[in-house]
């Protein structure tokens, strides 16, 4: 993969840090809202496949025209990138779904998704190996505190029984999350954040369409009523919520937010996705967080700013001399 310029080289300015943090909250309050449609969407008599891939899908129909608008006139860029794409849709979009369906038919959620947001430390550790950027002190204490709140909030401190399976198809679901931070804070491509999204999530509806046709996902459908907190809603209307905003808004954002923080602080800041997966929990689902899991928040926030304190000042290339 190309290098990432302001991981590598320019720090972030103060005006692309106002607005990549806005993307990336954005971008983890719309992921986060997935897991507690979806829910009501299994519950109903959905797969998860089968929801996924209409949700995937859905975001690929509808980025696709602003999409193709704009990379009018430019449709060299799709040919030179095309595996980047591919890649992008692949391990990124079908492959991080995938691996995480499996690890959680074989483990507790709360360790899958512990294991699969681990992803910020593969991306400090693709910085140091790839392009010689050692992550400083206060971005390992930021990564620890962050990692701490993750084991409060995932509620994995009472104790949860281990699979190698799951463990496996968990960390194959922390490397799709990886590659999603590390080739959507890629501007040395030149694809517009639109162009990269849509591109991914039509070859990712791709592969997940294919996975179900050959059985490796079961996919099951119902047109019965969602329940949502006593509340029933038409089968459809979570459906579109997941397309439109847990997939096109959320997949767009994020690719904005890594392109003006890097990979490495985006990926942080993305951690606030379990955080605002709670939120939807009890706002939809009436589950109520934990003092645990809510001391968890805390620690995660904290973990974000200090990752941040970590980071190069604006102005100042990373490598060289501090010229005050």
């Known amino acids: 993969m190309t290098a990432m310029t302001h991981d590598v080289l320019t720090p972030v300015s103060s005006s692309r840090l106002g607005s990549g943090l806005a993307f990336a909250l954005a971008s983890a309050a719309s992921f986060g809202l997935s897991g507690a449609l979806a829910k009501g969407l299994l519950e109903s008599g959905w797969s998860a496949g089968a929801a996924v891939t209409v949700r995937v899908s859905i975001g690929a129909l509808i980025l696709l025209v602003p999409a193709l608008l704009a990379v009018r006139g430019r449709w ?26 499996y690890a959680v038919a074989h483990m507790q959620v709360g360790v899958a998704l512990l294991i699969e947001y681990t992803a910020p430390v593969a991306v400090v550790v693709w910085l140091w190996l790839r392009h010689g950027h050692a992550p400083g002190p206060l971005t390992l204490v930021g990564a620890a505190v962050a990692a701490g709140g993750l084991v409060l909030l995932l509620d994995v401190v009472s104790g949860a029984s281990l699979s190698v399976a799951g463990v496996l198809w968990a960390l194959g679901a922390m490397i799709g999350a990886a590659t999603y931070f ?8 030149g694809l517009p954040p639109l162009v990269l999204g849509a591109g991914g999530l039509v ?11 050959v059985g490796v996902v079961p996919m099951a459908a119902s047109t019965a009523d969602a329940s949502y907190d006593g509340m029933q809603v038409p089968w459809w209307v979570p459906l579109v919520l997941l397309g439109v905003v847990t997939a096109a808004l959320a997949y767009t954002t994020g690719i904005a937010a890594g392109r003006r923080l890097g990979s490495r602080l985006a990926s942080f800041v ?22 645990l899991q809510l001391a968890g928040g805390v620690f995660v926030l904290a973990g974000v700013v200090i990752v941040k304190l970590g980071e190069p000042r604006a102005g100042i290339e990373v490598g060289a001399p501090d010229p005050s």
């Open 76 to 101: 060299h860029l799709v040919r030179r990138n095309g595996l980047l794409v591919a890649a992008y849709g692949v391990v990124a979009v079908a492959g991080c779904q995938l691996c995480y369906f």
């Open 182 to 189: 590390v080739i959507s804070a890629d501007e040395d491509n």
């Open 203 to 213: 070859v990712g509806a791709a592969c997940l369409g294919l996975a179900g046709l």
């Open 270 to 291: 993305a951690l606030t996705e379990v955080i605002a997966a709670m939120f939807f929990a009890w706002l939809l689902l009436d589950e109520l967080p934990g003092w």
